[in-house]
C-alpha cells in the first residue's frame, strides 16, 4: 500500500481552481518532486494534503485512512510533517525553543529531558548546533529555514512536505541543503517537496510531478518530464534555461 494516495483532489478560491483533479501516489521512502509555474497550486495541493484546507472533491489517504479534511494537529499527529513556504518562527523565542514547540505540537512523547536532547539532536543535524540559544529574530535567512526544518522534523514525521526550502539560498547553502534532503531519505524518511530550483530537484527526485493551472501535466523520471513538450511549453521563460540545463 503506498504510504500516501492522493485522488481526484480539488480545491477552488472564487473562481479559481487552484488544485484541479489531481491524483498521484508516493511509496514509503520514496522524494517526490513537485515542480510548477507559480500560481500553479503547489502550495494549495500541501495545504490539502497537511489539513490547513479541506479538498472541495478528492480523498487523501494515509496509510490507507482517509486524512482528507481532518485538523492540521490530527493529521501531523497521524505523522505528516511539513515546512513553510514564508518561514515564520516564534521570534522571540530561541533556535532550541521554537524546535521544542514543534516535538510539543507533533507525536513524539516523553520526558522534557528527552525533548530537549532530540531537539538539541535536530538543531546538531540542521547545522545550528552553535545557534540553540539565539533568538529565532536574529538569525539568517539560511538558518531560518535550517529552524523550519528542525521545527518540522521534532513533530517525528514519517512524511515530510516541504515548500521551497531551497528558495533564497545560495549556491553552496543548496548545496548542503540537498546533502541534507538525502540524508534524511537516506534514514527512512518520505519526502514529497515543492521546488523552484529545477536542477536541485531534478538532482534528488527519481520521479517528478509537474502542475500547470492547478493540473497535473506530467509525470516521471526528471529526464522524461524536462523533454515533455507540455512541461517545456509552461517553462519557456525565466526557468527554461534550468530545464535545459538538464537535457
Ligand atoms: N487562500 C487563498 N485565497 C484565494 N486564492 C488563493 C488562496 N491560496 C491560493 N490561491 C490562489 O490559488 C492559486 C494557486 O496558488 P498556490 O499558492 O497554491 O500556487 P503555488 O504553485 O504554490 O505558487 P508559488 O510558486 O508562487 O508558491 C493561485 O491562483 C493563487 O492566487
Ligand atoms: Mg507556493
Given at each position: 500500500?503506498?504510504?500516501?494516495?492522493?485522488?481526484?483532489?480539488?480545491?477552488?478560491?472564487?473562481?479559481?481552481?487552484?488544485v484541479?483533479?489531481?491524483?498521484?501516489?508516493?511509496?514509503?521512502?520514496?522524494?517526490?518532486?513537485?515542480?510548477?509555474?507559480?500560481?500553479?497550486?503547489?502550495?494549495?495541493?500541501?495545504?490539502?494534503?497537511?489539513?490547513?484546507?479541506?479538498?472541495?472533491?478528492?480523498?487523501?489517504?494515509?496509510?490507507?485512512?482517509?486524512?482528507?479534511?481532518?485538523?492540521?494537529?490530527?493529521?501531523?499527529?497521524?505523522?505528516?510533517?511539513?515546512?513553510?513556504?514564508?518561514?515564520?518562527?516564534?521570534?522571540?523565542?530561541?533556535?532550541?525553543?521554537?524546535?521544542?514547540?514543534?516535538?510539543?505540537?507533533?507525536?513524539?512523547?516523553?520526558?522534557?529531558?528527552?525533548?530537549?536532547?532530540?531537539?538539541?539532536?535536530?538543531?546538531?543535524?540542521?547545522?545550528?548546533?552553535?545557534?540553540?540559544?539565539?533568538?529565532?529574530?536574529?538569525?539568517?535567512?539560511?538558518?531560518?529555514?535550517?529552524?523550519?526544518?528542525a521545527?518540522?522534523?521534532?513533530?517525528?514525521?514519517?512524511?515530510?512536505?516541504?515548500?521551497e526550502?531551497?528558495a533564497?539560498?545560495?549556491?553552496?547553502?543548496?548545496?548542503?541543503?540537498?546533502?541534507?534532503?538525502?540524508?534524511?531519505?537516506?534514514?527512512?524518511?518520505?519526502?514529497?517537496?515543492?521546488?523552484?530550483?529545477v536542477?536541485?530537484?531534478?538532482?534528488?527526485?527519481?520521479?517528478?510531478?509537474?502542475?500547470?493551472?492547478?493540473?497535473?501535466?506530467?509525470?516521471?523520471?526528471?529526464?522524461?518530464?524536462?523533454?515533455?513538450?507540455?512541461?517545456?511549453?509552461?517553462?519557456?521563460?525565466?526557468?527554461?534555461?534550468?530545464?535545459?540545463?538538464?537535457?
Amino acid at each position: 500500500m503506498p504510504l500516501l494516495e492522493v485522488e481526484r483532489v480539488s480545491k477552488g478560491f472564487g473562481g479559481v481552481r487552484a488544485v484541479a483533479d489531481v491524483s498521484f501516489t508516493l511509496e514509503e521512502g520514496e522524494l517526490l518532486g513537485i515542480m510548477g509555474p507559480n500560481g500553479s497550486g503547489k502550495t494549495t495541493l500541501f495545504n490539502l494534503i497537511a489539513g490547513a484546507l479541506a479538498p472541495d472533491a478528492g480523498r487523501i489517504r494515509l496509510h490507507g485512512h482517509d486524512i482528507a479534511g481532518l485538523a492540521p494537529h490530527r493529521i501531523c499527529a497521524r505523522g505528516i510533517g511539513r515546512t513553510f513556504q514564508l518561514v515564520r518562527p516564534f521570534a522571540a523565542l530561541d533556535a532550541l525553543e521554537n524546535v521544542l514547540v514543534g516535538r510539543l505540537y507533533g507525536r513524539a512523547r516523553g520526558t522534557t529531558a528527552e525533548a530537549i536532547a532530540e531537539a538539541e539532536r535536530l538543531l546538531a543535524l540542521v547545522g545550528l548546533a552553535a545557534r540553540a540559544h539565539t533568538p529565532a529574530a536574529q538569525l539568517t535567512l539560511i538558518d531560518r529555514k535550517r529552524l523550519e526544518l528542525a521545527r518540522a522534523l521534532a513533530t517525528a514525521p514519517q512524511l515530510l512536505l516541504l515548500d521551497e526550502f531551497m528558495a533564497g539560498l545560495n549556491p553552496a547553502e543548496t548545496a548542503s541543503a540537498m546533502a541534507l534532503i538525502r540524508g534524511l531519505q537516506a534514514e527512512g524518511l518520505t519526502v514529497l517537496m515543492v521546488e523552484h530550483i529545477v536542477w536541485a530537484l531534478m538532482d534528488l527526485s527519481r520521479r517528478i510531478i509537474v502542475l500547470s493551472a492547478g493540473e497535473k501535466i506530467a509525470e516521471g523520471p526528471p529526464a522524461a518530464v524536462a523533454a515533455d513538450p507540455a512541461v517545456v511549453d509552461v517553462y519557456l521563460g525565466s526557468e527554461t534555461s534550468d530545464l535545459e540545463r538538464r537535457r
